[in-house]
């Protein structure tokens, strides 16, 4: 096996590669949609950032990313790359040893293009990849998951009303977002995520044509939806599908079935309107998140991200 720097003349086997992964992906989270179209590799190739694994002719796997961007995860200082679902993508068979020979290759253009913060996108039950990639200094941070509009089981609780806000009455969920990035900036998150002032809020709301959905308790809101057509990977740009960009419940309304049932009030009124996938993308280290979203929804990619000493920049 012999890794090459990713051109033009690899995107034919790149994609035909990427596709069987997701086909691979897809018979393990069957909701995941049959027709789905990966990103074009055109720009991952022209970067020079990319890499190619070949033995005999044949096309064992590539490693893409983007161009180095300025404070990775929206929250740092550290320059960073990532590798989106369906710019990387190896055989089966010794999958680990093909991705540590790609990264092995690819991080070393990476660090010269000043990038310290690395970002992969794997398939959720690529486990021998992620394990590999685990020995080389990285974490879970992010997982995107899907699920059908379907409602959710849940007992109905009498006191709360349900309701979906609009361009005049968004304004009422924005309590509800100071309140989630306060969370944000607790243990063990530790996200210094920018906090939108209100009327940023509100207009951003408008002109995204987004959906929102609240729960009041005797008047007072107590937990929040946000929705909209964009996410993060390739799958939002199918028509029927829809993406939760926020959401969040008081903590003394928690445990009584209040997301749950509005979660299941939003998935009824889009169902009828066609959509039929609802999708969302949090931090693994988000413990209410995480328990959350397990239960509902099917996990479909894992991002992982290592962290370089920037110090290094100095010396190479």
Known sequence: MRTINFTRE????????????????????????GAVELPDLTYFADNGLG??????????GFLCCTEPFDHAFGSTDARGVFSPMGANAAVTQDRDKIYAAMYQHAAQKWVKAGAVSHGICLYAHEEAAQQQFFRYGFGLRCI??????????????????????TGETIDTAYPLEVMLNRHFYSSPLFMNRPLASREVFCSTFTAD?????????KGKPCAYLMISQSGETCITEIPEYL????????????????????LSYAVNLLKKE???CLGVDYESLNPA??????????????GLVRRIDEHILQVL
């Open 144 to 165: 995107d998951a899907i699920r059908t509009m379907e409602p959710i089981v849940c007992n109905l609780n009498e006191g709360y009303e349900m309701e979906e806000l």
């Open 51 to 60: 890499v190619a694994a070949y033995e005999d002719g044949k096309m064992l």
């Open 274 to 276: 066609g959509y039929t």
């Open 243 to 262: 993406h939760i960009t926020g959401a969040y419940c008081l903590p003394e309304y928690r445990g009584r079935g209040v997301f749950q049932n509005l």
């Open 10 to 33: 690899h995107m034919a086997d790149a994609r035909e590669l990427a596709l069987l992964c997701y086909r691979e992906e897809r018979s393990r989270v069957p909701v995941l949609p």
């Open 209 to 217: 044509q987004g959906r929102c959905f609240l729960t009041k308790y």
């Open 289 to 302: 998140a995480y328990a959350f979203w397990q239960k509902y929804f099917a996990t479909y990619t894992h």
